[in-house]
């Protein structure tokens, strides 16, 4: 124990403390050259333990109380910056590294801020849709056939597609089939096509491949224009009153069709619209039969060439233009797979 220290102390003197804020002007302590004090029991004084500095040499209690008082005041500063919150960018996506004098204008877009996902950037699904892969479509609506359904209001319709679909080309297989019936009164009129009275049914049905082009290559709309060729019949059946047995007139051959829709994407791969087809002879056979037979002196099929082939330019038009053509305007439902 530092002799000085403990003559202090048997004198009955406080060890001076130096506050926390602004240490206080050293104080002169003469040196003592007073022997050492009688040793006082332990049970009489308290000495209060000593710090270890780790060196022999002796130091002055007022020295040594203001350096451990200066020490913890330069603490406190840094103290204080390590309680001192962090700044918290108004931005809820920081940049990764700071841009000095960058105005608002001049910031990087968000899509290349750290935080946000690749998902979150890109359209919805139903904007930029997968229009690519397999596909079925399936369309039901109305229609005509022209001259050849004069008898008749309109025609029900219904189509069934099925293909694989290359950017904007597509190529596919497709089914329809249109019909109706009819109940037409007795005409007075001998140059109407009905003279007497006639109730019966239509119908219309084709088959064959199709292709289909979209001209817009992104977004919701996804118009098309297609094109097919295939094979159609066209057959009507009535009960005609003065003629015993069922009257049944039908043509079948090759046929064409042209067709354009304006699909919309609900969703990523299911798609609502309207569509337009409608159907052209393009070669084969005309039929009729009475209760399954031939009329007298007429064959049952004949050629359509055979039709025109003793008529004028006008008659052969009419001939032709008289045959079915049955056009259709339908709600169609697509899915892409």
């Not at 046929?255 to 159907?279: C, E, M, N």
């Amino acid at each position: 124990m530092d002799v000085a220290i403990l003559a202090v102390l048997l004198a009955g003197q406080p060890v001076p403390l130096a506050p926390r804020t602004e240490p206080s002007p050293p104080q002169d302590v003469e040196p003592t050259d007073a022997a050492p004090a009688p040793e006082a029991e332990a049970s009489d004084v308290v000495v209060p333990a000593a710090p270890k500095t780790g060196s022999a040499t002796e130091v002055e209690p007022e020295a040594a109380a203001q350096a451990g008082a200066a020490a913890e005041v330069s603490a406190e500063p840094e103290a204080a910056s390590e309680a001192t919150p962090a700044t918290v960018a108004d931005d809820p996506e920081p940049l990764s590294e700071p841009v000095a004098n960058v105005t608002e204008d001049e910031r990087p877009p968000l899509d290349s801020r750290p935080g946000y996902a690749e998902e979150e950037l890109q359209p919805t699904s139903v904007q930029n849709p997968n229009r690519e892969g397999g596909f079925i479509s399936v369309s039901v609506g109305a229609g005509h056939c022209g001259t050849w359904c004069s008898h008749m209001a309109a025609l029900g319709s219904g189509r069934f597609e099925a293909g694989y679909r290359w950017g904007t080309v597509a190529v596919g297989a497709s089914a329809s089939l249109a019909g109706g019936t009819y109940d037409t009164p007795a005409s007075e009129n001998s140059d109407i096509y009905f003279t007497v009275e006639a109730s019966g049914s239509t119908r219309f049905f084709h088959v064959g491949p199709v292709l289909q082009f979209f001209p817009i290559a992104a977004g919701r709309f996804d118009p098309y224009a297609s094109v097919g060729i295939g094979f159609r019949r066209a057959v009507d059946v009535a009960d005609v009153d003065g003629i015993s047995g069922e009257v049944k007139y039908w043509e079948s051959g090759a046929g064409a069709t042209l067709g354009a829709g304006i699909p919309v994407y609900v969703t990523d791969r299911v798609a609502l619209g309207l569509r337009y087809d409608k159907s052209f002879a393009i070669a084969g056979k005309v039929c009729a039969t009475i209760d399954g037979q031939a009329p007298d002196g007429v064959e049952e099929c004949e050629d359509w060439s055979d039709q025109t082939e003793d008529l004028n330019t006008v008659d052969s038009r009419f001939v032709r233009l008289a045959r079915p053509r049955p056009w259709t305007v339908a709600f169609e439902l697509r899915v892409v797979f």
